[in-house]
């Protein structure tokens, strides 16, 4: 057998993968893609919004230093609409007034639909409220804050909904962490919040020998039921199961 018949019979003996068939996703006439991302069914989810409003959905803030922030709130709230596509259009909805910025969007059961920004201030009178589900009209059913520095948000068949944090959010920022004040909600790295936004779970940080504490959770994927992190300082990959 010469080496190219037995390259083809190597590969004959390798495992094949049907792959998926995705579509290209677009918005409606005049609209831009504000974000966009996988749900636990493989289907992408897209939040559309007019292009005058794009620079205020990603709002920063320039500190006398010269580092940027992220701005919590959008400059003003803006019409927005939130698409699911498997791989075709299977769901719209309208979202009006959306105030936040720096968003994920991920699909919940019973055709609703979470929106997270990414930053959240605490004030006095009250931390702003970063999360908001919708369902399949459009209309506010719940709103939540889960928490500063916000960098993954993943939800499962069932609801669930798991968070990653980056260092802003575990160690600090926005007011949160200072003398007076609460310590930051995303202190852990890696929280699992219900479908009605309420902490269910929270990766064991402080006393999670040998995996080491969340200062920064780089990396995150869910499988089914079970979270996959990858974190600085030390960088290990941990399942995080039942």
Known sequence: MNEDNESRAAMSRLPTLELPHHAVIAGEAGEEQVAASVGPDG?????WSKPRDLPGLSATTTSAGGATFPEPRATRAVDARVSVHAPHLTAS??????????????????????VVGARARWRPEGADRNAIVYDADGQVVAEATLGDGISHVFTTHTGDIWVGYFDEGVYGNFGWGNPGTPAPIGEYGLIRFSCDLRTQWRFPSHTSEPWGAISDCYALNIDGDTAWACYYTDFPIVRVRD
């Open 43 to 47: 289907q992408v989810i897209a939040l």
């Open 93 to 114: 909805a309208e979202l009006p007034g959306l105030e936040l910025a720096h968003v994920t969007v991920q699909p919940l059961p019973g055709e609703r639909v979470l």
